[in-house]
């Protein structure tokens, strides 16, 4: 995608969903905007997005405007200001401040006439005129866990994840991202306002397939809120305060609420299909680019036949990065650790399968862990086929899928975000509630949406990358946790400032280079920079080598498949994993018979299969759905 299509792409305003959807897919929808200038006004900034003329953000500065508003920009020229000033007199535009001898001046002009400004032969540049940010800020308090990164106001997660250090290098997001949160709804909250426009919102349409369409708030149960807070709070209800705020990871992201779990946080896999397809049909149109799933259902079957995984499979092919709970189900009742427990879809090759980790509320990493209860892979679901007709499948007539998850690990314990107003979660655990305006959660349904906001991020940032290359980074830069092995944290813990470093380095519009090319030409990945994240050093895992059309040498190089040596025994670069659509290989870990062996992990028997998930997940959500991972509280072991 060139740098010309990306903006023009990105540039989108609140679209209307109503006019995109049938009676028969689902019902009750509420757009931020309605009237024929919001369609316009999408119109004109499509077409300053196409100029080469505008800045990154003069499209999403006409935001919150009528396309007959007059708007002050400020303008280089390199003519002679009568030229200019007769140009935007034709078009009723006004020359207000000239400064000459910095080629500049300061017009007026209404926005319904903007591309013909854009075309004036005597305009070489525009922007918005933008508004200033005081340096100095008040009541800070100092940062006694990360002092080098100077003031505390940023949120735990946004430090501990790499997202400030990666703030501080790129500013705010060039781009405006959309993200589908599939959930129970998002209720309004102040923290989801566009920064400047009290009352404007950036939930930019409400979609509800459960049937049973919601009695005012639009999450009634409090799960959607809290998840959609972490993609894209702004902490605007502490703003003011010298209370550190609870900001989620990408503030500016814009959110599609589509509700597949009603009051009592239940839900049915056919009203989970329907938003997916819903998704499937209007991504595109609709500027969507990444899809949050903290929900789930227990894999009966192959990710290969699983209904979820073909669905989630179908979306990335179609250019959307899915990311998805891995499931709390790591312990049984009993408190003991177990594997297999990977939950659909997050068994599904392709999407990004988060677990949790406990930051045990440091933004340093070195003391993080994986939770007790994220589960563990690999996926134990299978096909099977009755050879003796006996009418069961024994062990040996089931062909277990075995693939590595999860793919990587983020903050998921004690989590607080945003609250939805006297839902349903907040009544019946009151302990959860923090203040009046936020909830603490933990599960990996918090862990997912921390991932779609830095990969929201990434692509605000490199709108051309596609979703194989968003996880690839992803994984590629984790940090690997200490005492943990790969069933439990994948590639490790996402470290968002790495990803960006990697991110820059890769071409543009990687998707069009064949087998073979390098699409980091100018970047050698053996020596990769160490990154300062919450006060410490932080190295790339560098534990994957091929994921899905990409493999890691010297290079990120595009791959038709797996690189093998010579004589087609081993990898070629074998000193560590590899992800080939999820399959293992590498040194160190062998495959046999369903067993592990490696990282100091046995077990056969004590994996779970289909039948103890189901169980497992009945205690964690009504009707097997997974919602908030069960209530958990914290994580002690």
């Given at each position: 995608?060139?740098?010309?299509?990306?903006?023009?792409?990105?540039?989108?305003?609140?679209?209307?969903?109503?006019?995109?959807?049938?009676?028969?897919?689902?019902?009750?929808?509420?757009?931020?905007?309605?009237?024929?200038?919001?369609?316009?006004?999408?119109?004109?900034?499509?077409?300053?997005?196409?100029?080469?003329?505008?800045?990154?953000?003069?499209?999403?500065?006409?935001?919150?405007?009528?396309?007959?508003?007059?708007?002050?920009?400020?303008?280089?020229?390199?003519?002679?200001?009568?030229?200019?000033?007769?140009?935007?007199?034709?078009?009723?535009?006004?020359?207000?401040?000239?400064?000459?001898?910095?080629?500049?001046?300061?017009?007026?002009?209404?926005?319904?006439?903007?591309?013909?400004?854009?075309?004036?032969?005597?305009?070489?540049?525009?922007?918005p005129n933008r508004d200033l940010l005081m340096a100095a800020i008040p009541k800070a308090t100092t940062n006694d866990t990360n002092p080098g990164d100077g003031p505390l106001l940023d949120s735990h997660i946004r430090v501990a994840t790499g997202v400030r250090a990666m703030t501080a290098m790129t500013g705010p997001s060039p781009l405006s991202v959309r993200?589908?949160?599939?959930?129970?709804?998002?209720?309004?909250?102040?923290?989801?306002?566009?920064?400047?426009?009290?009352?404007?919102?950036?939930?930019?349409?409400?979609?509800?397939?459960?049937?049973?369409?919601?009695?005012?708030?639009?999450?009634?149960y409090g799960h959607g809120t809290h998840v959609a807070g972490l993609i894209a709070g702004n902490g605007a209800m502490m703003w003011g305060t010298d209370l550190r705020p609870y900001t989620g990871i990408e503030p500016r992201a814009e959110l599609v609420d589509l509700r597949v779990l009603d009051d009592t946080g239940a839900g049915s896999l056919d009203g989970l299909l329907r938003a997916l397809d819903w998704l499937l049909v209007n991504a595109a149109a609709e500027n969507i680019r990444v899809v949050n799933l903290s929900v789930g259902t227990t894999p009966y079957e192959s990710y290969q036949s699983d209904p979820l995984c073909v669905a989630v499979d179908r979306l990335v092919?179609?250019?959307?990065?899915?990311?998805?709970?891995?499931?709390?189900?790591?312990?049984?009742?009993?408190?003991?650790?177990?594997?297999?427990?990977?939950?659909?879809?997050?068994?599904?090759?392709?999407?990004?399968?988060?677990?949790?980790?406990?930051?045990?509320?440091?933004?340093?990493?070195?003391?993080?862990?994986?939770?007790?209860?994220?589960?563990?892979?690999?996926?134990?679901?299978?096909?099977?086929?009755?050879?003796?007709?006996?009418?069961?499948?024994?062990?040996?007539?089931?062909?277990?899928?075995?693939?590595?998850?999860?793919?990587?690990?983020?903050?998921?314990?004690?989590?607080?975000?945003?609250?939805?107003?006297?839902?349903?979660?907040?009544?019946?655990?009151?302990?959860?509630?923090?203040?009046?305006?936020?909830?603490?959660?933990?599960?990996?349904?918090?862990?997912?949406?921390?991932?779609?906001?830095?990969?929201?991020?990434?692509?605000?940032?490199?709108?051309?990358?596609?979703?194989?290359?968003?996880?690839?980074?992803?994984?590629?830069?984790?940090?690997?946790?200490?005492?943990?092995?790969?069933?439990?944290?994948?590639?490790?813990?996402?470290?968002?400032?790495?990803?960006?470093?990697?991110?820059?380095?890769?071409?543009?519009?990687?998707?069009?280079?064949?087998?073979?090319?390098?699409?980091?030409?100018?970047?050698?990945?053996?020596?990769?920079?160490?990154?300062?994240?919450?006060?410490?050093?932080?190295?790339?895992?560098?534990?994957?080598?091929?994921?899905?059309?990409?493999?890691?040498?010297?290079?990120?190089?595009?791959?038709?498949?797996?690189?093998?040596?010579?004589?087609?025994?081993?990898?070629?670069?074998?000193?560590?994993?590899?992800?080939?659509?999820?399959?293992?290989?590498?040194?160190?870990?062998?495959?046999?018979?369903?067993?592990?062996?490696?990282?100091?992990?046995?077990?056969?028997?004590?994996?779970?299969?289909?039948?103890?998930?189901?169980?497992?997940?009945?205690?964690?959500?009504?009707?097997?759905?997974?919602?908030?991972?069960?209530?958990?509280?914290?994580?002690?072991?």
């Amino acid at each position: 995608m060139t740098d010309r299509n990306s903006r023009m792409a990105w540039a989108l305003g609140a679209a209307l969903l109503l006019a995109l959807l049938t009676p028969t897919v689902a019902q009750d929808v509420v757009s931020s905007g309605t009237d024929a200038g919001l369609a316009d006004l999408t119109a004109i900034q499509v077409a300053v997005s196409d100029s080469a003329k505008a800045s990154p953000d003069l499209a999403l500065s006409l935001e919150g405007h009528q396309s007959t508003d007059t708007v002050r920009l400020v303008t280089r020229y390199s003519g002679a200001t009568d030229s200019l000033a007769t140009d935007l007199a034709s078009i009723g535009g006004t020359v207000i401040a000239n400064h000459a001898d910095f080629g500049l001046a300061v017009v007026e002009v209404s926005i319904d006439r903007l591309t013909d400004m854009l075309d004036s032969a005597a305009v070489d540049y525009v922007t918005p005129n933008r508004d200033l940010l005081m340096a100095a800020i008040p009541k800070a308090t100092t940062n006694d866990t990360n002092p080098g990164d100077g003031p505390l106001l940023d949120s735990h997660i946004r430090v501990a994840t790499g997202v400030r250090a990666m703030t501080a290098m790129t500013g705010p997001s060039p781009l405006s991202v959309r993200v589908a949160v599939v959930d129970s709804g998002i209720a309004d909250h102040r923290d989801f306002t566009r920064a400047g426009r009290p009352g404007t919102t950036r939930i930019v349409g409400h979609l509800d397939f459960t049937g049973r369409p919601p009695a005012g708030s639009w999450d009634p149960y409090g799960h959607g809120t809290h998840v959609a807070g972490l993609i894209a709070g702004n902490g605007a209800m502490m703003w003011g305060t010298d209370l550190r705020p609870y900001t989620g990871i990408e503030p500016r992201a814009e959110l599609v609420d589509l509700r597949v779990l009603d009051d009592t946080g239940a839900g049915s896999l056919d009203g989970l299909l329907r938003a997916l397809d819903w998704l499937l049909v209007n991504a595109a149109a609709e500027n969507i680019r990444v899809v949050n799933l903290s929900v789930g259902t227990t894999p009966y079957e192959s990710y290969q036949s699983d209904p979820l995984c073909v669905a989630v499979d179908r979306l990335v092919e179609h250019g959307l990065v899915v990311v998805v709970a891995a499931g709390n189900v790591g312990k049984n009742k009993n408190g003991e650790k177990i594997y297999g427990g990977i939950l659909s879809p997050a068994n599904a090759p392709r999407v990004i399968t988060v677990g949790a980790a406990n930051t045990f509320q440091t933004d340093a990493r070195s003391d993080d862990g994986v939770t007790t209860y994220s589960s563990r892979g690999p996926t134990r679901s299978f096909r099977g086929e009755d050879v003796n007709g006996d009418g069961t499948l024994s062990e040996d007539e089931k062909d277990y899928d075995n693939l590595i998850k999860p793919d990587l690990i983020a903050p998921g314990n004690r989590v607080v975000s945003t609250l939805s107003a006297n839902c349903r979660l907040a009544l019946e655990h009151p302990e959860l509630l923090v203040g009046e305006n936020y909830l603490e959660l933990s599960g990996t349904s918090m862990a997912a949406p921390i991932v779609s906001g830095i990969a929201a991020r990434l692509l605000a940032q490199r709108p051309d990358l596609t979703p194989s290359l968003v996880k690839a980074t992803l994984m590629y830069t984790a940090q690997r946790v200490a005492d943990f092995n790969t069933l439990e944290q994948g590639a490790g813990l996402v470290n968002a400032v790495g990803a960006f470093e990697l991110a820059e380095k890769i071409l543009p519009d990687p998707g069009s280079l064949t087998a073979g090319q390098s699409a980091t030409p100018d970047f050698f990945l053996r020596t990769s920079p160490l990154d300062h994240v919450g006060g410490e050093d932080v190295s790339w895992g560098r534990s994957v080598f091929y994921a899905n059309g990409w493999y890691f040498g010297d290079q990120l190089y595009r791959s038709g498949g797996i690189r093998w040596t010579a004589d087609g025994q081993g990898l070629l670069w074998g000193d560590g994993i590899l992800w080939a659509d999820g399959i293992l290989w590498g040194d160190g870990m062998l495959w046999g018979d369903g067993l592990l062996w490696g990282d100091g992990i046995l077990w056969a028997d004590a994996a779970f299969g289909p039948t103890d998930l189901a169980d497992e997940a009945a205690r964690l959500g009504p009707d097997g759905i997974l919602w908030a991972d069960g209530i958990l509280w914290g994580d002690s072991q």
